[in-house]
């Protein structure tokens, strides 16, 4: 039996096409020769936050989703603010989020964790089968030539951002290795945690955290990755209504984008932020019995690779294989009693 998970022949990463993307990851070691002056520090928290939003209010809830309107001017600052997070272009990027959530944790979503962790989180970018834009998918913003520049050179804006960091570090210090020292620590080191913080999103966010809402998928809520993404931790809500300018969907759920993106629609510079209707926020709640079906897929396919593996052995491992399907059939079928219990009791209230 062949899993559908199973990554494609041509679904490789390129490693020596990725060696520029591992070697940022060491640059900021430089800041060891150099030293730093304590503005570098201050200078990496503040561009991590900015282009986290620009990641997660631009590329994400505006390019992907639509959940707000803005001016093409505007709409042009966000794609260059989303840009310098160095993460390919805003095109690209939609596009293929967009695709995530037509397929979500199906066998042709590109970044499932069914694939595997690493695969999901980091791997699915630096394989070169997926270096076009899926242009089919982004219509909407496609017709844009300023969009369309930016995707085809996304590297410009963080390239500038980088010189602008350079200058302002000699600006602070008076010498060029002062000025290097902010920049390795306030440019290069803010890029690492802001690039997998967000690839936490595709890889973590579907494994890690509370599900409310019962999805086709395996997406989940967690304060932890919302606080790191400024809101994008509250995936299974997003995954559960997508269209909404806001992820945290009460009070309690800290959602930064959400809080700068109604700054900014008060000083009128986006506006038509989507917000969540009534009847979404108390629909298809596990916890009220809806059929979980996004988690009972997870298991099911869990015990259909056992079973599978089960087959292809013999002798003494085929009888542990067979215990663990046991174990796996009986803990699934525990889960479809219980979720039928449950979804029985809603319909029961409900008559
Ligand atoms: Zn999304
Ligand atoms: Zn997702």
Same mark, same amino acid.
């Given at each position: 039996?062949?899993?559908?998970?199973?990554?494609?022949?041509?679904?490789?990463?390129?490693?020596?096409?990725?060696?520029?993307?591992?070697? =940022?990851?060491?640059?900021?070691?430089?800041?060891?020769?150099?030293?730093?002056?304590?503005?570098?520090?201050?200078?990496?928290?503040?561009?991590?936050?900015?282009?986290?939003?620009?990641?997660?209010?631009?590329?994400?809830?505006?390019?992907?989703?639509?959940?707000?309107?803005?001016?093409?001017?505007?709409?042009?600052?966000?794609?260059?603010?989303?840009?310098?997070?160095?993460?390919?272009?805003?095109?690209?990027?939609?596009?293929?989020?967009?695709?995530?959530?037509?397929?979500?944790?199906?066998?042709?979503?590109?970044?499932?964790?069914?694939?595997?962790?690493?695969?999901?989180?980091?791997?699915?970018?630096?394989?070169?089968?997926?270096?076009?834009?899926?242009?089919?998918?982004?219509?909407?913003?496609?017709?844009?030539?300023?969009?369309?520049?930016?995707?085809?050179?996304?590297?410009?804006?963080?390239?500038?951002?980088?010189?602008?960091?350079?200058?302002?570090?000699?600006?602070?210090?008076?010498? $060029?290795?002062?000025?290097?020292?902010?920049?390795?620590?306030?440019?290069?080191?803010?890029?690492?945690?802001?690039?997998?913080?967000?690839?936490?999103?595709?890889? =973590?966010?579907?494994?890690?955290?509370?599900?409310?809402?019962?999805?086709?998928?395996?997406?989940?809520?967690?304060?932890?990755?919302?606080?790191?993404?400024?809101?994008?931790? $509250?995936?299974?809500?997003?995954?559960?209504?997508?269209?909404?300018?806001?992820?945290?969907?009460?009070?309690?759920?800290?959602?930064?984008?959400?809080?700068?993106?109604?700054? =900014?629609?008060?000083?009128?510079?986006?506006?038509?932020?989507?917000?969540?209707?009534?009847?979404?926020?108390?629909?298809?709640?596990?916890?009220?019995?809806?059929?979980?079906?996004?988690?009972?897929?997870?298991? $099911?396919?869990?015990?259909?690779?056992?079973?599978?593996?089960?087959?292809?052995?013999?002798?003494?491992?085929?009888?542990?294989?067979?215990?663990? =399907?046991?174990?796996?059939?009986?803990?699934?079928?525990?889960?479809?009693?219980?979720?039928?219990?449950?979804?029985?009791?809603?319909?029961?209230?409900?008559?």
């Amino acid at each position: 039996m062949s899993n559908a998970f199973q990554n494609a022949p041509d679904e490789r990463v390129d490693w020596g096409a990725s060696l520029p993307f591992l070697v =940022l990851h060491l640059v900021p070691l430089g800041a060891l020769y150099t030293g730093v002056h304590w503005s570098g520090w201050l200078i990496a928290a503040v561009l991590y936050y900015v282009r986290v939003f620009f990641i997660t209010g631009a590329y994400h809830r505006y390019f992907s989703h639509r959940s707000y309107s803005t001016g093409r001017v505007m709409q042009f600052l966000l794609a260059f603010g989303g840009c310098t997070a160095i993460q390919k272009g805003p095109l690209w990027w939609a596009a293929h989020h967009r695709h995530h959530h037509k397929h979500s944790d199906m066998p042709d979503d590109i970044h499932s964790p069914k694939r595997g962790f690493w695969w999901s989180h980091v791997n699915w970018i630096l394989c070169p089968k997926y270096n076009e834009t899926r242009w089919e998918l982004i219509p909407d913003f496609a017709k844009y030539p300023e969009l369309r520049f930016l995707n085809r050179h996304p590297w410009l804006p963080p390239l500038l951002l980088g010189l602008a960091v350079l200058a302002l570090g000699y600006w602070i210090t008076g010498t $060029w290795t002062g000025a290097w020292g902010i920049t390795f620590i306030g440019f290069f080191l803010s890029t690492v945690p802001l690039w997998h913080c967000t690839f936490f999103v595709n890889s =973590l966010a579907h494994v890690f955290g509370k599900r409310r809402y019962a999805t086709r998928d395996t997406s989940r809520n967690s304060l932890l990755i919302a606080l790191l993404t400024a809101g994008e931790g $509250w995936h299974n809500n997003h995954h559960h209504y997508m269209p909404a300018a806001r992820q945290g969907f009460f009070w309690w759920e800290i959602d930064i984008t959400y809080y700068v993106l109604v700054l =900014l629609s008060k000083i009128g510079l986006v506006s038509n932020l989507r917000g969540v209707p009534e009847r979404v926020l108390h629909k298809h709640l596990i916890k009220q019995g809806a059929t979980d079906l996004g988690m009972f897929q997870k298991h $099911w396919e869990r015990a259909l690779r056992a079973l599978a593996d089960a087959q292809t052995r013999t002798g003494e491992l085929a009888a542990e294989q067979k215990k663990a =399907l046991e174990e796996l059939i009986a803990a699934t079928k525990a889960k479809v009693e219980e979720i039928a219990k449950l979804s029985g009791q809603k319909e029961a209230a409900e008559i």
